[in-house]
C-alpha cells in the first residue's frame, strides 16, 4: 500500500511503492528499488538513495541516506538535484571527437573503441619510449580516494595535477606545516564555542555535515564567531561577526592568542606535552635554558606586538571584541571548534599564514583531539588499501612541481598554462582533463585558452565530463563520464569524530542486476553511452599495454580469475574484503558478503567517538632510537619503497611524559609551532604564525583613485563550479550575482543598485550590477566567482540553462567578450526548457584576474586590487576584456617572488605531496638551472633580509595598473644545512 513516509526502512528498499505525484490527482502507484549512492556535487561525499522504476530503470527522484554516518540522511539543495543532471536533454551522450581546428565547434560521434585506441596508442609510445611524464591527469573534482592515484602509479609517471590551489592550498599549507596533516576536522556538535575564518558553511565545501552540526551546536547552546568581510549567511547567524579588511585576519588571531597568553588562559599541559618548545627554544632563544617557562616567556615576547589596539588598526575589529572573543574561547575550551577553508587563506599573499595563526588558539587552549574542539582529518578519514599496489614511480614533474615552489602544498596547476607557453618548459603530448573546466574556474582562463588550442603545447586533449564546459569546447575529445549515481568511487571525508566509507555505485546498473539482468559494464545501463571512469582507465591501461611488457597489465588483473582483465566490481569487492576493518563482520552478521552489504547500505561505519587518538601508545617495534629536542621515536631503518604521503616513513612516536605516543605527522610527531622547514629552505621569518601584510592591505588602496578590494572567493550555496549548469533546480535558485558595495563606497563612486560597474583588474574588466548593502564591509566589493557561464554557439557547447551565448572577439593580444542575449526558454524533451523564466547568466570574473601564486604555499591569492567605476557609454552587462600580454607581465611578476630549490633536494620529503615519487626522484638535478638558481642565491640578500619583501610598497606591488611589472630580480632559496 502507498504511504507517505520518510526514510523508508533498508528492509523494504528492494521493493518500495509511491503514490507517483506528477499523476495527481489520480492515485498511481509506482515500484521502486532503492539504491544508495554517494553524491559527487561536492566533496563531503553525503548518502543518497536513488528511486529507482522496478518497470522502466528510471531514476524518479534522489533523498538521502539516513544510515549514512556523515550526512544521516540530510542534503544540501546540489544532492537532490542530481536528477537534473541526469534527465538534462542536452547532457553529453556520446563521445565526440573535434573536426576542424580546435575549438571550431564542429564534433562528430566517435565509438569508445575508437578513443580507447587512439589514447592508449599515444600512452604505450609514450611508456614504451621512457616518456612516461608525457601523459596528465589533470583533475578538478577528484570525488574519490585511491583509484586515479593507483593506476598513475601503474603508468609511472608523475602525472597527477589538480585544481587544489585554486582552492584549498592555503588552508592546507597552514595545517600541514602545523601538524602534518594538511586538513582539520572539527566536532561542531559538541562545541562550546566555534570561530569560523570561512564563509564555508553555506558556501558548499562540507555544507551539509558541518552545517548540520554547527547548528546542533547552537541548539545546545554554543556560540559562533565568523571572520568574514562580508557578512555570509553563516556571519548572519553568528553571536559575532567580525568584518576584519580581507588579509588582517591574523592580526586578529594572534592578538587572540596574545590576551590567552596575557591572561594565563592556556593550557599548560598540552602545550608542555606537545608543542615542539624545545625546538623554538634552539632557534629562538638558543642561550637560555630548555624549560617551559623559559619557553612561555620567549613565547610571550615574540607575540607581544599584537596587541588587540594592533589587531583594530590593521582590521578594523574592535580591540574589546577582540578580547572579548578571546575569552569566550578560554572559557569553552577544550570545546573549542575552529575551521578555515579557501576565504582569507585562498584570498591573500600569505594566506596559510592565516591558518597558522588559526591553529595556534587550538593548541594554545588544548582544543585538539577533544570533544568540541578539532582533530588532524587523518583520524577521521579512511582510505582502503587496493588490490595488487604498484611501487612509486620514478618521476618528477617540472609542469606541475617546479623547483621554483619547493615548499608549494599541491601542484601548481594555475600556472600550467603558462608553463607550457614559455617554451623552455616542456610539452604535454597526452592530457587527460576530467571534470575540469579551467577557463572558466581558474584564473587567467584566455591563457588556459591560447594555451589549449596551441597544439606545439598539448598534442592530444580528452576533455572527461559529465557536462559541456568552457574548456571542453577546445578539446579533441569529448568523453562523456557518468554522474554520481552513474559511477563507483569509494570516498570518506571527515564530517565528525568517526570514520565511515561511502561508496558510490550505479544505481541503474544495480537495479536491473537485483532485477537478474547481467551487466558487463555500467554504460551499458547508464543513458547513452556515457562510461564510468573506472572502467575507461581499466580498459585504456590494458590497451596502453597490450602484450604486457610495460608491466602495466599485470595491476589490471583480476584478483579471482588470474590473467584475465579485472571488473570493476572485482576491484572493490577485494577492497571490501581485504582492506576495511570490521566490514566483513559486519555483512556476515546479516548473511551477506561485504560487496552486498555495500551494495546493500552504500556505506559502512568504521568507527565513532575518535579523540585524542595523539596520545595514543606505541609499542616500540624495536630497532628504534630517540631523536633531537622533541623525543622523536624513530626507526634506524625505514621501508621507502613507498613514502607516506605526509610525514617522514622513520618516526613513529613522539616520547611524551616517559611514553612513546602517537602524536601528529610531523617530522618530530609534535606540533610544531617553529617549522624547521621553513628555515632550511630560506623563510626564517615565516617559521613562526606571523601576520605579513598582503597584497590587498589597506595601504595599498587608494579609494581617491577607484581602488578597492574585489573578494571572489565564496560560493552560492546552492551551485557548484561547472557541474551546476545542467541543473535546472539549482539554476532556478540562483542565477545573479551582484557586486556587493556598501552605501558609503556606493556614493563615492557613483553606483546605485542595479547600475552598471566596469571593474577594472590588473589585466582586463568586466561590467557587472551593482548591490548596495549594509553586508560588505567599507573599502571592499565582493561578487561570487561561481558564476557567468557562456557558450559561442546559440545550441551547443553548453547548457542552455545556465550560460549566455556571447560572441568573442580577440584583437591583438586581447579578447573581449559581448553577451548575444542570456538564459531564455527554448523546446526540448524537457518540458521546463519552454517555462525558464530567468535570463541572468552572471558575469564571467575569473578569466579577467591575474595569476598570484603564493611563494610558498603555492596558492592563488584571489583576492585583488580592482577599480570600481560606473559603466562607460557603450558599456553592457557581462562585458568582458583581457588582455594577454598583461597577464603575462603579471604572471612573471609574481615568479619574482619565489626562492627557488637550489640544494640537493626539490623540496622536503615530508610534506604533503600527492602521489609521491620515490626518494631519488627528490632529488634537484645539477643543470642549468640548478646552477642559475645558485648563482642568483649567491648574489642575494640572506634570507633574513627578504623580510622587507613582504612589506612591499604599493609601487612594488602593483606599479600601475597598466604598467610591466615593477621587479625583476629573482629571489634566492637557500642551500639546506644537511646537502
Ligand atoms: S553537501 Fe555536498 S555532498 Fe552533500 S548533498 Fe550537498 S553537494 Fe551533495
Redesign the pocket.
Known sequence: MAELSNYPPPERWDDWRELDPQAWPRRVERAYTLVPTV?F??????G?LAYVDKETFEIRKLEGNPHHPG?RGR?????PATINQIHDPERILHPLRRRGSRGSGEWERVSWDHVLDTFAERMHAAFAAGRPNDVMYFVGRPGEDGFADRFLETWGCDGHNSHTNVCSSGGRAGYGLWMGTDRPSPDYANAKFTLLISSHLEA?H????HAQRIVEGQHEGGRVAVIDPRLSNTAAMADHWLPAWPGTEAAVLLAIAKVLLDEDLIDRKFVRRWVNWRTYLIYRAPDSAPSFENFLAELAREYARYTPEFAEAESGVPAGTVVQVAREIAAAAPAFCSHIWRAAAAGNLHGWQITRALWLLNVLTGSVGTVGGVSPNAWHKFIPEPWRKPPANQQWNELSWPREYPLAHNEMSFLYPHFLLDGDRGSQPVLFTRVLNPIWTYPDGYTWLRALRDDSAVGLHGAMTPTWSETAWWADYVLPMGHGPERHDTHSYETHAGRWLGFRQPVQRVAMERAGHHVEFTYQANPGEVWEEGEFWIEVSWRADPDGSLGIRRYYESPYRPGEKIRLEEYYRWMFENSVPGLPEKAAAESLDPLAYMRKYGVVEISRDDYESHEQQIPDPGDTEIQGPEQTLTLRSADVTHLPLTGRPDTIAAVVDGAPRRGFNTPSRKLELLQPELIDWGWPEMATPHYRRSHVHRSLIDHGRGEYVLLPTYRLPTL?HSRSGNAKYLGELSHTHPLLVCPEDAARIGLNTGELARVETEIGWFVIKALVTEGIRPGVVAASHHMGRWRLREDKGMERWSSALVDMVEEGDGVTFRRVHGVRPWESSDPSSSRVWWSDAGVHQNITFPVHPDPISGMHCWHQKVRVRPAEPGDRYADIHVEFTRSRAVYRKWMALVRPAAGELRRPIWLFRPVKPTLDAYRLPEDRRSREAREALSSAPSPVAFHTLVDWSPEEVWGPLDGAPTRAAPAGGRIRPDA
Open positions: 553524491c556535487n561536492c566533496e563531503s561525499a553525503c543518497l550526512s542534503n544540501c539543495a546540489k544532492g558548499g562540507y555544507f551539509n555535515p557548484i
